[in-house]
């Protein structure tokens, strides 16, 4: 990790600099706007006490997933949108968006009923301790409300983000952000609510930001003359190409569960700093992934279009970016270090553990600059199935790597870097895969 040492190194300039940063700027907030979700309801929830952050930590993580399975809503729409609109097809494209926002509420009401008796069981999995268990209980069971609006954000986001629009999502995921933390204030530490008060503060934002992509939506639809009504087969082609990304998307999903749990196991402590150095770490992810969404609709848009040597260009001076970008989070933790923890916890104890786990986080980003980068591209060109199978084998690495972290007892220093050796088989395997053509399947549809 010597890129860590000196100045962050420097772009030169690049014709494809301007698309990118059009695109990935406007991202960039949207992005971090669901980790500032957690994040803000943990600097909250955390001085209520360490079980209340425990609690909000396993829940947080059971919430996450469930979401998180259907991040192709979001993904694949970009994708698919993004590959009609270099074809110059907008109606289609448009057509495409509405069919994953029937889908993603349809999938939003599902989960509500099939996951509020399951409640109990899901935080169990997890591992909690008697003190963590009520409290993450009681945040699961409301944060429910608030999947299908979730859901709806995603579907509509890649919509969006396909259009060449990602200033849209900023500026609904600012509003969203400030409505969740004003309700957090007002519930948590106005009328007293507890952990419950921050469920559903955020259950509401969520809501409200999912109206407003509704909106935008239907206007376009009304524009172009589209329909907006449920159409059968457009569901299920929008279910059906996503499934490479479901099962890539549960392979990442089950070395963060698996992560939680072993935390959770080592102690209320180590559940709590790994909650919170957790956060910041899907933070700085969120942030990287803005040069990957600005892959997948760069991308997308190129190929469909039939342009390979535009897409292995933009390729090239994005990943160039994510490793700049990643250097320059690293150095930036290292800098703010000392005073981090203490903006989420007064537990001593359980702060000594965040300042050596914000080491590690430091040193793994220049890394996964690379990593998040290549996985937007990939994902813009619809090769999802060897990302789902590479995510696969790189999730069988960190597994024995977790479970040897706990018999050890290596702490939370074992888990980070156990978390470490996963970002570098998938550094390797997605690099592998950019170098070669096999990914650059051209036109409207791959």
């Known amino acids: 990790m010597a890129v860590m040492v000196g100045s962050p190194p420097r772009l030169r300039k690049n014709p494809h600099d301007r698309e990118i940063l059009r695109l990935a700027v406007p991202a960039f907030g949207a992005l971090i706007a669901e980790p500032l ?62 069919d994953g926002m029937w889908l993603a509420l349809t ?6 009923v099939a ?93 409200g930001s999912a109206a407003v992509y509704v909106a935008v939506v239907l206007r376009a639809a009304g524009r172009l003359r589209v329909s907006v009504r449920p159409d059968a087969a457009g569901l299920r082609a929008s279910a059906t190409a996503g499934l490479s990304l479901v099962l890539r998307t549960a392979a990442l999903r089950l070395v963060l569960i698996v992560g939680t749990s072993v935390a959770a ?5 180590e559940i709590a700093a790994y909650q919170v150095g957790f956060q910041i770490w899907t ?84 890394v996964a600059g690379v990593v998040f980068v290549l996985d937007g591209i990939l994902i813009g060109a619809g090769d999802g199935g060897y990302l789902a199978a590479t995510t696969l084998i790189a999730t069988m690495v960190f597994l024995p790597a977790a479970l040897l972290a706990y018999i050890a007892d290596a702490g939370l220093i074992g888990l980070w870097l156990a978390i470490g050796l996963w970002m570098l088989a998938r550094f390797t395997t997605l690099s592998l895969r950019a170098r070669g053509d096999a990914w650059m399947v051209t036109g409207a549809t791959r």
Request: proline share 4%; with cysteine.
């Open 37 to 98: 979700f957690l994040l803000s309801d943990t600097a909250i929830v955390g001085h209520l006490g360490t079980a209340q952050l425990g609690g909000l930590g396993v829940a947080g993580q059971a919430l996450s997933t469930l979401v998180y399975l259907c991040i192709f809503l979001a993904y694949g729409t970009t994708a698919s949108v993004a590959r009609q609109v270099g074809a110059g097809d907008l109606r289609g494209a448009v057509r495409q968006g509405i």
């Open 107 to 112: 999938i939003g009401v599902v989960l509500i």
């Open 115 to 207: 996951g509020w008796p399951l409640v109990p069981w899901i935080v169990d999995v997890f591992g909690a301790s008697p003190s963590v268990t009520p409290y993450a209980e009681t945040y699961l069971k409301v944060s429910l409300f608030g999947i299908p609006g979730m859901l709806v954000v995603l579907a509509g986001t890649g919509v969006l983000r396909g259009l060449q629009d990602t200033r849209t999502p900023l500026v609904v995921s600012i509003g969203g952000f400030s409505l969740n933390l004003l309700l957090n204030v007002i519930f948590v530490l106005g009328f007293g609510w507890g952990i419950a008060g921050s469920a559903w503060g955020t259950v509401i934002a969520q809501t």
């Open 265 to 269: 196991r080592m102690g209320d402590p």
């Open 283 to 366: 933070l700085l992810a969120f942030a990287l992934d803005a040069i990957a969404i600005a892959g997948q609709a760069i991308t997308g848009r190129y190929l469909g279009a039939s342009d390979t040597t535009g897409a292995r260009a933009a390729t090239r001076r994005m990943v160039q970016w994510g490793v700049v970008c990643g250097v320059v989070f690293g150095l930036a933790i290292i800098a703010v270090r000392p005073w981090l923890p203490g903006l989420f916890t007064s537990d001593d104890h359980v702060r000594d553990l965040l300042l050596t786990s914000l080491l590690i986080v430091a040193l793994l980003q220049p």
